[in-house]
């Protein structure tokens, strides 16, 4: 039985990551996203696979072809994670200007 795919280990790979970049702006077939990348219509697959599991993605059927979409509100708890790190190195960041401010002050 597989376990479910982390989001974190979904976004991990360049390939998954360059994938929900192509479909950001707009829905794709998978033969779509596979025409930007040099490697089979099969390993293309396995990452939409992945990313659907993670609901980073979804499909959606039109006629006979799938269309994959972004899940944005997946993106949106990413976000949000990582919102509470940058509030972190921001105020770090402004201490540290803070100090070389002061620094530089004292060396005139």
């Not at 794709?28 to 599991?53: G, W, Y």
């Amino acid at each position: 039985m597989e376990t479910r795919r982390d989001i974190f280990q979904a976004i991990a790979d360049p390939t998954r990551r360059a994938i929900i970049t192509l479909i950001a702006l707009q829905a794709m077939t998978p033969n779509a996203i596979a025409e930007h990348f040099d490697t089979s219509r099969q390993a293309v697959s396995k990452h939409l696979q992945i990313l659907t599991a993670c609901e980073l993605v979804t499909q959606n059927q039109q006629g006979r072809e799938i269309y994959y979409q972004l899940e944005v509100n997946k993106m949106k708890e990413i976000d949000k994670w990582l919102n509470q790190f940058r509030k972190i190195w921001e105020t770090r960041f402004n201490q540290l200007d803070e100090v070389l401010l002061t620094n530089k002050n004292k060396r005139k």
